[in-house]
């Protein structure tokens, strides 16, 4: 009988990057850099569609088969650092050629874009339970609700940061469409046979 270990208890909170950077997002080898921000909520959110298959005998449907015929996946998140680089892709703006963001004025212009894509990044580290970071080859950044203001209360934003499939890169055993997940301290429960 598999033992429950405290150790796999988990708190805390994540961190996403991303780089709007096309080329980068071919492979997800690229450096991802730039943070969103401080992270308040988070949810990993898959979405998943599946055809089912019946088989009939004397007027019963019985279900037999149940194939996923689509297959999504998504990082909800709310922040509520607001610096002009996490509003610049939360607003799908676009800046001025060459902007300097140290500079006194920054300016951007709102829904001036189409799509916001680029490599993305979530990295999980705590004092307590296990470490994780998830790499992300090609994602979609999109606001997601409102951007509240709240004199009782911090400001904050909420997006979605939506893995896309780059459809120029053949699936291989190197790529991998929704990234890759590296677990450190990766003791599900009682031993390596929980991870085969």
Request: charged letters at 20%.
């Amino acid at each position: 009988m598999a033992r429950v270990k405290a150790d796999n208890y988990t708190l805390g909170m994540a961190e996403l990057v991303f780089n709007e950077d096309t080329s980068a997002a071919q492979d997800g080898s690229s450096l991802v850099t730039w943070t969103i921000g401080n992270i308040v909520d988070a949810s990993i959110a898959p979405e998943i569609t599946y055809l089912d298959h019946y088989y009939v005998t004397n007027g019963s449907r019985k279900k037999d088969r149940s194939l996923i015929t689509n297959r999504a996946l998504a990082i909800n998140f709310t922040f509520d650092e607001m610096t002009a680089g996490s509003m610049k892709e939360w607003l799908l703006a676009s800046a001025a050629a060459s902007p300097v963001i140290t500079a006194a004025n920054y300016e951007i212009y709102p829904m001036a874009k189409g799509e916001i894509k680029g490599c993305a990044a979530l990295t999980f580290a705590s004092e307590f339970g296990r470490n994780y970071s998830w790499t992300i080859p090609c994602a979609s950044m999109k606001p997601d609700g409102t951007w509240d203001f709240n004199a009782e209360d911090w400001m904050n934003a909420k997006g979605i940061l939506e893995c896309t499939v780059d459809a120029t890169s053949t699936e291989t055993e190197t790529y991998k469409p929704f990234g890759t997940i590296t677990f450190t301290q990766a003791e599900i429960v009682s031993g390596a046979e929980n991870l085969a």
